[in-house]
């Protein structure tokens, strides 16, 4: 009897995943990054200091999406010692959204985003913090239009920036950044996030966000490297 439950609850699947036009829910809005990792509790990671970061938003959710409307992704910096005060003061390195650079702290402002808004990302353990906001729409209002990405779950596929020419997709669009001239044990974490002009409106989960790795000082590097070679040097010998 179990086993003609559990074939008949198959084949119901079977059906059900290959009837045409049938769709998986999916967040609302997702970050991922190209050769991203999840740490299998609440964040993805950037491994790379030169990578893809990826926005999504599902457009079949018609309640929330509006063609048009204009979605922020906020870099916010992460590290040991920050502290408020004159921007100009601090000396963390810059780093590099879509072609543009972006010095660190000095072109950035200190708190917790969105910027004028009463609802914010206060959750968050990073924040408040020095960060910038990056505004931008998936098409429709002056800007090219967005990708169609096959649909995923980025917490399992961080870098599943994949284009489709189907009906099934969610709407994408993908920003180069390099963080390499951070300076040692910084990182950035980036949210994204739409606002309704009285707060904040829809937002990645916190699992769907992505951070970068810390930049190393060039020392540990060494050091680290070191130590490799003499492990080798001790496994060559026994």
């Given at each position: 009897?179990?086993?003609?439950?559990?074939?008949?609850?198959?084949?119901?699947?079977?059906?059900?995943?290959?009837?045409?036009g049938?769709?998986?829910?999916?967040?609302?809005?997702?970050?991922?990054?190209?050769?991203?990792?999840?740490?299998?509790?609440?964040?993805i990671?950037?491994?790379?200091?030169?990578?893809?970061?990826?926005?999504?938003?599902?457009?079949?959710?018609?309640?929330?999406?509006?063609d048009?409307n204009?979605?922020?992704?906020?870099?916010?910096?992460?590290?040991?010692?920050?502290?408020?005060?004159?921007?100009?003061?601090?000396?963390?390195?810059?780093?590099?959204?879509?072609?543009?650079?972006?010095?660190?702290?000095?072109?950035?402002?200190?708190?917790?985003?969105?910027?004028?808004?009463?609802?914010?990302?206060?959750?968050?353990?990073?924040?408040?913090?020095?960060?910038?906001e990056?505004?931008?729409?998936?098409?429709?209002?002056?800007?090219?239009?967005?990708?169609?990405?096959?649909?995923?779950?980025?917490?399992?596929?961080?870098?599943?920036?994949t284009?489709?020419?189907?009906?099934?997709y969610?709407l994408?669009?993908?920003?180069?950044?390099?963080?390499?001239?951070?300076a040692?044990?910084?990182s950035?974490?980036?949210?994204?996030?739409?606002?309704?002009?009285?707060?904040?409106?829809?937002?990645?989960?916190?699992?769907?966000?992505?951070?970068?790795?810390?930049?190393?000082?060039?020392?540990?590097?060494?050091?680290?490297?070191?130590?490799?070679?003499?492990?080798?040097?001790?496994?060559?010998k026994?």
């Open positions: 009897m179990k086993f003609f439950s559990k074939a008949v609850t198959s084949c119901l699947l079977g059906i059900i995943l290959c009837l045409p049938t769709s998986f829910a999916y967040n609302f809005l997702q970050l991922g990054a190209s050769g991203g990792v999840f740490d299998g509790v609440d964040n990671y950037a491994v790379d200091p030169v990578f893809d970061l990826y926005a999504l938003v599902d457009p079949t959710k018609t309640n929330k999406y509006v048009g204009t979605y922020y992704i906020s870099a916010a910096l992460v590290g040991p010692n920050i502290v408020q005060g004159d921007p100009s003061s601090f000396n963390f390195g810059s780093f590099l959204f879509d072609g543009t650079e972006y010095q660190v702290t000095a072109d950035m402002q200190w708190g917790t985003p969105p910027v004028e808004e009463a609802d914010n990302l206060g959750p968050h353990s990073v924040f408040p913090t020095y960060f910038i990056f505004s931008f729409d998936f098409g429709g209002t002056g800007e090219p239009d967005a990708d169609h990405v096959v649909p995923h779950n980025t917490q399992d596929n961080p870098g599943g920036y284009l489709t020419g189907g009906s099934d969610l994408g669009k993908a920003f180069n950044v390099d963080v390499s001239n951070l040692p044990y910084y950035l974490h980036f949210d994204l996030y739409t606002t309704d002009g009285d707060g904040l409106q829809y937002f990645a989960p916190f699992s769907h966000d992505v951070d970068t790795s810390p930049v190393p000082e060039p020392a540990t590097l060494l050091l680290f490297g070191a130590g490799i070679l003499g492990l080798g040097f001790l496994k060559r026994k």
